[in-house]
Every structure is written in structure tokens, then in C-alpha cells.
């Protein structure tokens, strides 16, 4: 039978690699400060909901249902963009998550509108994620598992990070601590990944200059 050729395994020094290539350093920074901010505001969205917009039983159960639902949508209609839209769409969800984590601080005491925001969210939240996934899949092509990896394990650094800092705010100083920190965060998600946007032109900025120079 014939045998597949073997294969280059992938370890910690294709990690470091990958890391060392200025699109995949800032884009994990970007990906690092988008599930940050995400978990500052979204670990702690239960006990918001029952302290200050006062909901509980079955309403609370409710909005947490549309949140789940908003994500199972976000995660259909960003496949769709992807292909045109992946830059725009890397840099414009954080940015509309920062604006609903300030809709929650100012319009969190009504019901209805809290639940708007959340739908939001959720639609966001999970759309994102296949977003940077897709990235990798195009940024890394023959690196896909490196990168993967990477991106893994910076997503759960973020998590971490982000559900102790929102825990600190949240006791520290109430909702609007944590909250206003995430919409930060988040914006500083948006920013890295217009830089990431880019570095990926460069190249081609460079070559025009060079003609132009010709």
C-alpha cells in the first residue's frame, strides 16, 4: 500500500514561529483584548440582570434564551461576509460590542432595552470567533495547527484574565467598572485589528512605491 509522506511535526518552536511574523503578533493581541473585554462584561451579565435591571425567574431565564439565539443566528450570517468582509468585520464587532457594553451601563434598568443590547451581543459574540478562525486559516495556511494552537491558548489566557479582572471591577466599584473596562478593551480589540488590516497592506504599499519610483 502506499504510504503518505511523512510530515514535519509541530511543536512549541512553530508556535514561536508563527508569533514572530508581525500580522499573526498583532492580530493575537487583537484576538487576546476581543474575548478579554467579551468575559469582563459577559461573566458577570447574571448578576447584572438581577441586581440592576430586576429581572429574575422566568424573564432572567428569557434573556439569557434570546442571548443563546442571537449566537446561533451570528454564527449563520458571518459566513456569509466573511469572504468580502473578513478585515471590516474583525474591526467593526468589537467596536459595536463596546457601544453595547455602554448601552448596558446607561439603559440597563429597562427590561426591554437590556434585552436589545444582549441580543446584540450575543450576535456579535459569536459571530467574531469564526471570524478569527478564518483568519488563521488564510494567514497561516501552511501553519493552520500552529496557529491554531496559539490562538487557542490565547483565548483561554483572555477568558482568565477577563472574567478575574470584571470580578475585581464588578466588587470594586459595581457594574459600570467592569462594564466601562470591557467596552475599553474591546475598542483596544479594534483598533489591533485595523493595524493587523494593516500590516497585510504594506506589501502591497511598498510595490506601488517602488513602481511609482521606476
Known amino acids: ?78 459566513s456569509f461576509l466573511l469572504k468580502r468582509r473578513l478585515y471590516s468585520l474583525l474591526v467593526v464587532m468589537p467596536a459595536i460590542m463596546a457601544l453595547l ?14 434585552a436589545l443590547l444582549l441580543f446584540g451581543w450575543g450576535l456579535i459574540a459569536t459571530a467574531a470567533p469564526v471570524a478569527w478562525w478564518t483568519f488563521i486559516s488564510k494567514a497561516l495556511p501552511d501553519d493552520a495547527e500552529a496557529g491554531g494552537g496559539l490562538m487557542v491558548a490565547v483565548i483561554q489566557l483572555a477568558i ?12 470594586a466599584g459595581g457594574y459600570r467598572n467592569a462594564f466601562g473596562a470591557a467596552s475599553a478593551i474591546l475598542l483596544g480589540s479594534s483598533v489591533l485589528a485595523y493595524l493587523a488590516w494593516r500590516v497585510t497592506q504594506k506589501p502591497a504599499l511598498e510595490t506601488s512605491a517602488e513602481n511609482a519610483s521606476l
Open 1 to 78: 500500500l502506499p504510504s503518505l509522506p511523512p510530515q514535519q511535526a509541530s511543536g512549541g518552536g512553530s508556535v514561536f514561529r508563527v508569533l514572530r511574523r508581525p500580522l499573526i503578533s498583532v492580530a493575537m493581541l487583537a484576538i487576546l483584548a476581543f474575548f478579554m473585554g467579551q468575559f469582563t462584561l459577559f461573566t458577570y451579565v447574571r448578576p447584572f440582570l438581577e441586581a440592576v435591571t430586576g429581572v429574575g425567574g422566568l424573564a432572567l431565564s428569557g434573556i439569557l434564551l434570546v442571548i443563546g439565539l442571537a449566537g446561533l443566528l451570528g454564527t449563520f450570517w458571518v
Open 101 to 114: 457594553a455602554i448601552g448596558l451601563i446607561v439603559l440597563g434598568h429597562s427590561t426591554a432595552l437590556t
Open 160 to 171: 482568565t484574565g477577563g472574567a478575574s479582572l470584571g470580578g475585581l471591577l464588578f466588587d
